[in-house]
């Protein structure tokens, strides 16, 4: 079931004046999902009227669901017309990556999602507890089969993204650390550390990773990963002025 609802909270942030910001949370290989969200995006930017747009993805497009190379392949599209687009590295993109280098990794990722996430690009998954030959077997053919502009979008994925009063990053960001001397695996991995704490990291962190049934919202921190690969339900955030709304599908 679609719908929309509001969950009034205190200007703790605004966005940039004249701008709409959308943060869409894990996809994880559900294209159906996304082109769902995608339209009611367009549809309240239509009714907002902003004169700015911009849609942060963030991350973990792959692994879980079936259609992870057609997740990829549709962000790699332009966005409509009057919108911005950015994307965010997920800790599964990252896992991707490592495995593509690193052949021992194979078994950590492929029980990870990995496994749905080769057989989108058409490689056939290793058996539970394969060795090494059928592992590196299967990272060859994955390298193959991705595409040149695939490996440049998962190359080129940002870590954070700050707009207004809000800072965008996919699994949270360690508290007593400013945001440029932030490590790249708490950007992408960290849990509790962030989720229990109520520092003040100098904005409001949006992000995924960590899935909760609704949106959490903090005074420091948005969670918007609401488990869609299983739940069938994904989030969007809408910062418009000091306002928050939230769509899902």
Known sequence: MMGRWRQPEPRAAEAPPGTC???VGDIHGRIDLLQTLERRIVDEAL????PRNVVIYLGDY?????HSRAVIEHLLSQPPPGFESVHLKGNHEDFMLRFLDDVALGPNWLTYGGMETLASY???PP???ADLADLERARRALGAALPPTHRAFLDGLRLSHQEGGYV????GLKPGVALAEQRAEDMLWIRESFLNS???FGAVVVHGHTIVPEPTVRP???GIDTGAFVSGRLTCLVVQGGARDFLHT
Do not use: C
């Open 220 to 222: 420091n921190r948005i």
């Open 168 to 171: 965008f990053v996919h699994a």
């Open 47 to 50: 009714r907002r009227q902003a």
């Open 122 to 124: 058409g490689v056939e």
């Open 198 to 200: 109520t520092a003040d």
């Open 62 to 66: 792959v692994d879980r669901g079936r």
């Open 21 to 23: 910001l959308f943060a």
């Open 127 to 129: 058996y539970p507890h």
